[in-house]
T-cell receptor, first 113, second 114 residues
């Protein structure tokens, strides 16, 4: 059972435009959410996170929105740059236990110059 | 800088052989995680260490998989009698203790079982 879902395997966006990556989750115990970016042959790197007490968190060009009632979060990248081309993973964790991350399957973003 | 390192970067083995994968976490990080990513899939949690103890092994797919950590540092993941479905990239991550400390990932070991 996939608790974190990224239904779009790929996305192409023109440079300078907005990229919107979506993520849905099913476990209501998740209270902390993260986005990681992964380039080929490298490990994932942390991008941005959000706690369930917030509905928005911004860091430069990156904003994460959380809609708890819909169990949905999204990552907005504005403006998109060619260097943003990578696979983006959504992850979630529960308040209790080991804080392990449950990852989605990833969305491959391609920013076209 | 001293990030998380993993070795080997690539490992090709024959079905039925044992393999050992190594992870060197960031110095001082007490938490260590192993994940794997099979082709076309997301990262799948395997095991978590706090110090040298493994309070969560719930992700290990079978008893052919085991892991240990020593000196609150290096960890090894061992897969016995490898099967073709074990082929994946195995990723290690470490973090400081605490709820909101991000996990830093190594580059992974790509395991191919022929």
């Amino acid at each position: 059972d996939q608790q974190v879902k990224q239904n779009s395997p790929s996305l192409s966006v023109q440079e300078g435009r907005i990229s919107i990556l979506n993520c849905d989750y099913t476990n209501s115990m998740f209270d902390y959410f993260l986005w990681y970016k992964k380039y080929p042959a490298e490990g994932p790197t942390f991008l941005i996170s959000i706690s369930s007490i917030k509905d928005k968190n911004e860091d430069g060009r990156f904003t994460v929105f959380l809609n708890k009632s819909a169990k949905h979060l999204s990552l907005h990248i504005v403006p998109s740059q060619p260097g943003d081309s990578a696979v983006y993973f959504c992850a979630a964790s529960e308040a209790s236990g080991t804080y392990k991350y449950i990852f989605g399957t990833g969305t491959r973003l391609k920013v076209l110059a | 800088g001293a990030g998380v390192s993993q070795s080997p970067s690539n490992k090709v083995t024959e079905k039925g052989k044992d393999v050992e994968l190594r992870c060197d976490p960031i110095s001082g990080h007490t938490a260590l995680y192993w994940y794997r990513q099979r082709l076309g899939q997301g990262l799948e949690f395997l095991i978590y260490f706090q110090g040298n103890s493994a309070p969560d092994k719930s992700g290990l797919p079978s008893d052919r998989f085991s892991a240990e950590r020593t000196g609150e540092s290096v960890s090894t993941l061992t897969i016995q009698r490898t099967q073709q479905e074990d082929s994946a990239v195995y990723l290690c991550a470490s973090s400081s203790s605490g709820r909101y400390n991000e996990q830093f990932f190594g580059p992974g070991t790509r395991l191919t079982v022929l």
